[in-house]
T-cell receptor, first 113, second 116 residues
Framework: DVKVTQSSRYLVKRTGEKVFLECVQDMDHENMFWYRQDPGLGLRLIYFSYDVKMKEKGDIPEGYSVSREKKERFSLILESASTNQTSMYLC????????????FGSGTQLSVL | AQKVTQAQTEISVVEKEDVTLDCVYETRDTTYYLFWYKQPPSGELVFLIRRNSFDEQNEISGRYSWNFQKSTSSFNFTITASQVVDSAVYFCALSEAWSSARQLTFGSGTQLTVLP
């Protein structure tokens, strides 16, 4: 069974903390994505990656960075967490030849206090 | 810029009723792709369907059907004889062919609740 696994389902952090959200996929997909989901706003793309060590900004990259050192792993980093980054974070992956057919993880609900 | 609007925030139906989820999109591109994803309570979005802008044929898959109308920029999703397991958030999405990343623009989602 193919999977996208996010390391934490729920996470509570303090303002100013550095936060790492980890995502691993076992489908050998080239593309990986980080979205945030907020009520009434749907999913918004933060960053995506076509390949190892490659990254591109999505629609709302401010306050975030990413790392892709290995093909199967894509990390989202909040350098200094703020309360407006409280959200559901969804990781997804897709193959190079079918990039819009996304496979999603179960999400990480991050609360920044 | 592309935009997807799902005006129905929440819909509640009784089991076995038919229900239609609306999706209206905006794009300047002549070549684009439309999608529906389902997000059950477990949280993982699941791909349901993709249509390209040149294919306006309606599609049926079991109890699911999709009505794509370019004239009204709509891509509506109908569930026939709804079941409790259909309860989920449903997202419509759009990608434009020019986008090198084939980035998806998602609508805000429609929460469907099917009551027993």
């Amino acid at each position: 069974d193919v999977k996208v696994t996010q390391s934490s389902r729920y996470l509570v952090k303090r303002t100013g903390e550095k936060v790492f959200l980890e995502c691993v996929q076992d489908m050998d997909h080239e593309n990986m994505f980080w979205y945030r989901q907020d009520p009434g706003l749907g999913l918004r793309l933060i960053y995506f990656s076509y390949d190892v060590k490659m990254k591109e900004k999505g629609d709302i990259p401010e306050g975030y960075s990413v790392s892709r050192e290995k093909k199967e792993r894509f990390s989202l980093i909040l350098e200094s967490a703020s309360t407006n980054q409280t959200s559901m974070y969804l990781c997804a992956s897709s193959p190079a030849g079918d990039s819009e057919k996304l496979f999603f993880g179960s999400g990480t609900q991050l609360s920044v206090l | 810029a592309q935009k997807v609007t799902q005006a129905q925030t929440e819909i509640s139906v009784v089991e076995k009723e038919d229900v239609t989820l609306d999706c209206v999109y905006e794009t300047r591109d002549t070549t684009y792709y439309l999608f529906w994803y389902k997000q059950p309570p477990s949280g993982e979005l699941v791909f349901l369907i993709r249509r390209n802008s040149f294919d306006e044929q309606n599609e049926i898959s079991g109890r699911y059907s999709w009505n794509f109308q370019k004239s009204t920029s709509s891509f509506n999703f109908t569930i026939t004889a709804s079941q409790v397991v259909d309860s989920a958030v449903y997202f419509c999405a759009l990608s434009e062919a020019w986008s090198s990343a084939r980035q998806l623009t998602f609508g805000s989602g429609t929460q469907l609740t099917v009551l027993p």
